[in-house]
Nanobody
Framework: QVQLVESGGGLVQPGGSLRLSCAAS????????MSWYRQTPEKGRELVAS????????NVADSMKGRFTIFRDNAKNTVYLQMNNLKPEDTAVYYC?????????WGQGTQVTVSS
């Protein structure tokens, strides 16, 4: 079955960096686009970034462009989210997403807290 396991969250000071990882299994990873979302009680769930199966095309939400980068390693069945210059408003639970066989799959989420 499809499994997505996120890691890499934590507490970081404003201006700091984190790299999130999402290890995928149960499907042919390189054939599917992957996405990162984040969720807060105030804003709900919002799309952060997406990447095509080959990794040749990416999209990052406007508020995060220039700070966040999504990339993938198809040999490791892993997608990453590099987050730089983090701000307190980036505090959220971050989720990995894959739409496989017409169904949305989610990881368990990883907490990112940006605070001094």
């Amino acid at each position: 079955q499809v499994q997505l396991v996120e890691s890499g969250g934590g507490l970081v000071q404003p201006g700091g960096s984190l790299r999130l990882s999402c290890a995928a299994s149960g499907f042919t990873f390189s054939l599917y686009a992957m996405s990162w979302y984040r969720q807060t009680p105030e804003k709900g769930r919002e799309l952060v970034a997406s990447i095509t199966g080959s990794g040749g095309s990416t999209n990052v939400a406007d508020s995060m462009k220039g700070r966040f980068t999504i990339f993938r390693d198809n040999a490791k069945n892993t997608v990453y989210l590099q987050m730089n210059n983090l701000k307190p408003e980036d505090t959220a639970v971050y989720y990995c997403n894959a739409a496989v066989w017409g169904r949305n799959y989610w990881g368990q989420g990883t907490q990112v807290t940006v605070s001094s």
